[in-house]
Structures are given as structure tokens and as C-alpha cells.
């Protein structure tokens, strides 16, 4: 029987998931083990096949493919673990990188801190200057040499860069992503004086206008290709030893997988596919159940993660930031703060109680898992409050001590501030609450959209615990905790249930609307690009699906929008089409009226994406009927739970959620343990199983 398997490897725990196709979905959670962390994907592996019923190599055999996503690039670049790279630019432009286009200052930072004037800083560069390198060359702006490449140069920058033991070197050409001829040749020079040297080219990785951040899109892609490649070749490896004939794959951030051999040479493209997994297993989901616009919210043990589904689709950005630099890099808009499970409860200079962004981690991970860690976390405060059982996690195989978890509370935060340890651990609960509610109001509104029309989901293996309380005051009507086959590892579901996905891309800065046929050249330019790219992933495709875009924006404004051109032939009337949409997009955004036509439209980038299907059916199956909506059948046992600092601890029933069948529904207070999640459902909240098995909580009923 064939498989497909996702693997989403978290900062605390490795999940997994296994689909065979015809309705039978596992799923695995094991802690993550830094640095080694193929260790942890060997074993969720093994989980899977134990719960299969058969040998790992026996599943391997039967594969079709592993989707992966992975935080190793992300964490590289966020916590500097990468490779040293040289810099090869144009003669006289190195400095691009060091000046950061007078954002330096701001990017990334929140508007308070933009406020703050005295306390802004830029970061620390890239890469020494000392490895950023310059050669001579000049191609003009429409793509034509003025001054051929100096090879010779380029040959004494090379060896110096080599004498200077750079594992990686990027190549940043001015006007390259007009016409890349001169940077291939410098990666030709390159391997004639080291042929295993990773090399990483602009005009490949980030083919836009804009020399900062193209210059530091590229340099970041250099600083975790190396790391990636060693990090996927042996795992790779020891996956085919282990029987796997079909690919591993790779999630990236704008949503679809890429082949593993693939994966490096475009690293940067992965630095968000961990966040990626939850929003599309979201869009899965959301098509099963019929719901249109979908806020997914996933709360691991290191971050709260929030994004969208409008009309079906996942809300994308053209590029992210990290450590206040650009990636020129599609992916899926997802927003993120330090407040999962493991994040660390802590008092300020101030007086103030304070939560994150510093997460406990897998190691040592909260107090309460009894590894070494003193510090609190939000897992302790839950488990105090009674939230989560002293039988532990993963099924009782991961105990938990609520002795360790008072202690560190008392400690670090009930005595600063003067509170008992019960009046901490609640204070600990709701602040975890009210700042993923106000990362979720900022996302939605930000964006433009009203979240009385949204229905959220809410995923992750603290999700669950705290969805009734970040989502009572955002709007929405109902919320829905994926659970069944799935439950905490709903993202390595989105990962498994994943396309193959590849976006090109090129800029040509003009006035818009553009004549139809220069319209139609750009885009017959880029599928032929894509094609290619599709070519050698080596993988066999069911079906490919092709959207286009372009980035547009006001004559003289900075920032552009990225507007999706209707699926129709390209003609005279095309141009005039996407303005109006642009324009409407513009508004919805920035307010009615917002928009002046008058001051003309600018085109900057083109963009064409290619989602090629794999062909394997991965849908959530339904669940037993229950006989009645009486959930008694399935009680556990009552146990004491606080939930609200003004009502204190209540006896409240906690229902085995295997027990559970659709249609049964439980009136808050109330608490669902699962194996890998704990499911709250607080008072004046009704909770209603569906026919997928994921609980419904809405804000309609319940005890007052």
C-alpha cells in the first residue's frame, strides 16, 4: 500500500504524519534533538511504522514521497550559525550591503520602536567587509554589456576569497537580473580553483531590482545553502539505505515542496516552511469543511504563528525579514512572536511579567519535564492550573512534575511580583492569551480584512489549550481544533497534503498598463523558466497549475502590491483589468477613497507560480457517529482546573477525546485530553465534535 509522509521538525518536537491514501492517516510526535536532528526525524519515522503495524523498512518501500519542513535555516540565520561567505559585486557597489538603502534602521521594527529614534540601530553586517570583494564589470539597465567582465580579477578575488577559508561565496552583480551572463561566468572561474565550493548567484536565487536586498537576499541564501546540504545529503541518504524509492522533499516558504537535491542551491526559499505547513494543512482543511476565509493559528512549543485564507487561498508576501534584512523570497504571510508552550516566564526591570520571545526549547525544556530547565514556561503554568495532567504528554510516555513547575513559578515570578504560585500561573495563562489575541487582531485587520468573517482554526500542541481564550475577543463565531488522526501535528498533515511548488520571477520598472504583447512576453519568458525548473525536480507530476502577478505600485510611492492577474488570455483590455484590481486591492487596504489613479501606476515585478499536484489523495476521514449529544460516555475523570483568575479553580470534567464520536457535545468547563494536546473549552463555551472528529467551540452557549 503506498504512503506519504510529512515530517515538521520543530525548535521543541518532531511530528509526523503518515497517509496511505484511502483514509487512514498516523501520526507521531517525538522531541527534537539539536543539533542532530535527523536523529529526531529517524525515530518519528519509526513511530509512524510502529503505528502502521509494519517494519520501517517495509513503509520506506511503499512511499511515494516525505514532505520536510524544517527550521534549520531560519534558525541558522536568527541565531548567526552559518556559513562564512565571501561577496563577489560590481566594482564600486560592495558597500550596497553595509549601507542597507537607509533601512537599516527600520526594517522589521515594530512602529514603536520606529518611534524610538535614540534606540534604533542597524544589526551587525552580513558578512566582515574584508570578504566583500569587488570586480570590474558594467552591464546598463536594459541589460547590454558597457564594460565586459575583467576575468583575470575575477580570478585574484576568487583566490582570495578561497585563501580566506569562505565556505560559500555570493555573487551580486549591478543589472544582473537584466542579464546574468557576467555572474555565470564568475561561478565558471570560481569552480576552475575549487569545484565543491558552493556558489550562489543573484540573477538564480533573487532576479528583482533593488541592489540591497537582492545583495542580501543572495548572501543569506550562501550562509545556509552549505548548512542545509549537510544537514538533508546524509538524512537523504539514510533514508534510501533505509528502502525510501520516493523523493524527499522540502517545504519552502511560499507553500509547495522542492526536491531535497534542489533544496540548497534555493535555502533561502526554506527559511519559512515550518510556518508554511500549518497554513496549508489549514487550506486542506478548510476545503473539506467548506470555509472560505480561514485564520489558522499555530502555537508550538517556541512560537505563536497566525496566518490567512482568503477566498481559499493562502495570503502571500513577496518577501519576509529577518534580523531587520530583506529575502527576496515568495512565501505565505505568516506572523510570529516567541510565545509557544516552552516560552519563559519572567519578571522585568520594571515589575512587569513578561513572556518570551526566549523559548526553554526541547533541552532543557519547561521545568516541569524534569531535564534541568528552572525557568517557567507557559507548559508550567498549565500544568499548576490543571490544565494539563501530571500523567504528562505523548501519552503519558512524557510525565510532567508539577513540583518543579510551582517551584520555578514561585521563584521567578510569584515572589517579584508578590502573587501566590496559583495567582502567577494564571497571570502566566492569560498573558499568552492576550498577546496571541493581539498578534491575531493586527494580522487580520492589518491586512484589511474584517474577522467577523473569518472562522479560525487552531493547531500546534499548545493551540488547543488556549484557542477559546485568544480567539473570544477577535469576533469570529466559531473556532475549530483540528484533532482526529492528526491533533498536534496538524502542520507535518499540511506538510504531507503539500503540492510541489516553484515561482520565477523578473523585474522590468515602467510605467503600467504595459502593451498586451510585452504583457504576454514576460509571462511566455517566465513558464518557460518554470517549465524548466520543473524539469529537473525529477519528479513525476499529476497535474500543474500556473498563477501570475505582478507588483504594482503609485508613481513615486516605495512600496509595491502584489496583484494576481485573472486566469484569462492575455489582450488589449488585460492592462486596464489589473489596474482596477490593484486599485481595489489598495483600498480595501489603506481605506476607500485612498487610491489616485491620477498619479499613474508602476509595474516593478513580474511573478509566475507553478503548483504541480503529486496525485495522492490525503483527506481527514470521518469518524463514528455518537448515539446522542450526552458526552458521559466519554468522561475520564473531574478534575480541579482554573481557568479565570476572578473564578479561581473549578472541578471540571475532563473527557478522553478517543472516546469521543460525532455529534457529542460538551458545555465549558470542560477539558479534552489527547494524547499529544490537551483541549480547554471555558465556560460560556459549547464544544461540538464533528464529523472529521475536530472539536467545534463557539461562543454561543454554555454555562453563565
Not at 144 to 160: C, G, K, T
Not at 166 to 182: P, Q, R, T, Y
Not at 207 to 219: C, D, K, N, V
Not at 612 to 640: C, H, K, M, T, Y
Amino acid at each position: 500500500m503506498p504512503y506519504a509522509l510529512g515530517i515538521d521538525v520543530g525548535g521543541t518536537f518532531t511530528d509526523a504524519v503518515a497517509s496511505d491514501g484511502a483514509g487512514r492517516i498516523v501520526s507521531a510526535k517525538t522531541p527534537t534533538t539539536p543539533p542532530q536532528r535527523e536523529v529526531g526525524v529517524m525515530r518519528a519515522i519509526e513511530e509512524l511504522a510502529a503505528e502502521l503495524g509494519i517494519g520501517v523498512g517495509e513503509m520506506l518501500a511503499q512511499t511515494d514521497y516525505i514532505a520536510h519542513g524544517t527550521t534549520a535555516s531560519i534558525n541558522a540565520l536568527v541565531q548567526g550559525s552559518v556559513a562564512d561567505v565571501g561577496l563577489i559585486a560590481t566594482k564600486g557597489h560592495r558597500d550596497s550591503i553595509y549601507i542597507m538603502n537607509a533601512e537599516g534602521r527600520t526594517l522589521g521594527r515594530s512602529a514603536h520602536e520606529i518611534q524610538d529614534t535614540l534606540r534604533q540601530r542597524k544589526p551587525a553586517p552580513l558578512i566582515p567587509k574584508h570578504r566583500a570583494l569587488e570586480v570590474t564589470e558594467r552591464i546598463d539597465h536594459a541589460g547590454r554589456v558597457l564594460v565586459p567582465l575583467d576575468e583575470d580579477e575575477v580570478r585574484r578575488v576568487a583566490r582570495a576569497l578561497v585563501d580566506q577559508g569562505v565556505e560559500a561565496i555570493a555573487v551580486c552583480l549591478l543589472w544582473s537580473f537584466k542579464n546574468g551572463d557576467h555572474e555565470r561566468r564568475v561561478r565558471e572561474i570560481v569552480h576552475e580553483i575549487d569545484p565543491s565550493l558552493y556558489v550562489t548567484l543573484s540573477c538564480e536565487v533573487s532576479p528583482r531590482i533593488r541592489e540591497f536586498s537582492r545583495t542580501s537576499t543572495t548572501i543569506m541564501n550562501a550562509q545556509v545553502g552549505p548548512r542545509l546540504r549537510t544537514y538533508l545529503t546524509p538524512l537523504q541518504r539514510q533514508l534510501e539505505e533505509g528502502g525510501l524509492k520516493g523523493p524527499l522533499l522540502v517545504m519552502q516558504s511560499e507553500g509547495g515542496t522542492i526536491t531535497a537535491d534542489r533544496a540548497p542551491e534555493h535555502a533561502i526559499t526554506t527559511v519559512g516552511s515550518v510556518l508554511s505547513g500549518g497554513v496549508i494543512g489549514g487550506q486542506r482543511l478548510a476545503g473539506q469543511l467548506g470555509h472560505r476565509n480561514v485564520i489558522t493559528t499555530d502555537v508550538g512549543g517556541t512560537t505563536f504563528l497566525a496566518g490567512l485564507i482568503v477566498d481559499g487561498e493562502p495570503v502571500m508576501a513577496p518577501g519576509s525579514i529577518v534580523n531587520q534584512f530583506p529575502i527576496n523570497a515568495a512565501t505565505i504571510r505568516v506572523h510570529t512572536i516567541g510565545s509557544g508552550g516552552g516560552a519563559l516566564a519572567s519578571v522585568d526591570a520594571g515589575g512587569n511579567l513578561r513572556l518570551g520571545p526566549q523559548s526553554a526549547e526541547a533541552v532543557p525544556g519547561p521545568a516541569c519535564y524534569g531535564n534541568g530547565g528552572t525557568r517557567p514556561t507557559n507548559t508550567d503554568a498549565n500544568l499548576v492550573l490543571g490544565i494539563l495532567s501530571e500523567r504528562g504528554l505523548l501519552g503519558g510516555r512524557k510525565p510532567l512534575r508539577k513540583d518543579l513547575a510551582r517551584e520555578a513559578i514561585r521563584e521567578h515570578v510569584a515572589e517579584p511580583l508578590g502573587l501566590t504560585v496559583d495567582e502567577a500561573a494564571i497571570a502566566i495563562h492569560e498573558v499568552q492569551n492576550a498577546q496571541a489575541g493581539d498578534l491575531l487582531r493586527r494580522a487580520v485587520v492589518q491586512a484589511g480584512y474584517d474577522p467577523r468573517d473569518f472562522v479560525a482554526y487552531a493547531f500546534g500542541g499548545a493551540g488547543p489549550a488556549h484557542c477559546a481564550g485568544y480567539c473570544r475577543d477577535l469576533g469570529v463565531a466559531e473556532v475549530v481544533v483540528p484533532l482526529g488522526p492528526v491533533a498536534s501535528a496538524f502542520s507535518a498533515y499540511g506538510l504531507a497534503a503539500s503540492d510541489v511548488a516553484i515561482s520565477a520571477e523578473l523585474s522590468d520598472p515602467s510605467a503600467f498598463p504595459v502593451d498586451h504583447t510585452v504583457l504576454g512576453a514576460h509571462f511566455d519568458r517566465l513558464e518557460a523558466d518554470l517549465q524548466r525548473a520543473l524539469d529537473r525536480q525529477k519528479v513525476k507530476f499529476h497535474d500543474v497549475t500556473l498563477a501570475r502577478e505582478i507588483d504594482l505600485r503609485y508613481s513615486m510611492q516605495v512600496n509595491e502590491l502584489a496583484v494576481t492577474l485573472p486566469d484569462t488570455e492575455i489582450t488589449e483590455g488585460s492592462g486596464d483589468e489589473i489596474v482596477e484590481r490593484f486599485e481595489e486591492q489598495y483600498e480595501r487596504i489603506n481605506g476607500s477613497g485612498a487610491g489616485f489613479r491620477e498619479a499613474g501606476v508602476q509595474a516593478i515585478t513580474y511573478r509566475m507560480r507553478a503548483r504541480a499536484g503529486l496525485g495522492f489523495p490525503i483527506v481527514l476521514p470521518d469518524i463514528p457517529e455518537a448515539e446522542s449529544a450526552d458526552p458521559s460516555a466519554a468522561l475520564l475523570e473531574e478534575r480541579q482546573v482554573c481557568l479565570d483568575s476572578q473564578i479561581g479553580f473549578v472541578a471540571t470534567p475532563v473527557y478522553d477525546y478517543a472516546r469521543l464520536r460525532a455529534g457529542h457535545e460538551l458545555v465549558g468547563p470542560a477539558v479534552v485530553d489527547v494524547p499529544t494536546t490537551v483541549v480547554v473549552v471555558p465556560d460560556g463555551v459549547t464544544g461540538r465534535v464533528d464529523r472529521l472528529g475536530n472539536l467545534v467551540l463557539r461562543y454561543d452557549g454554555g454555562r453563565s
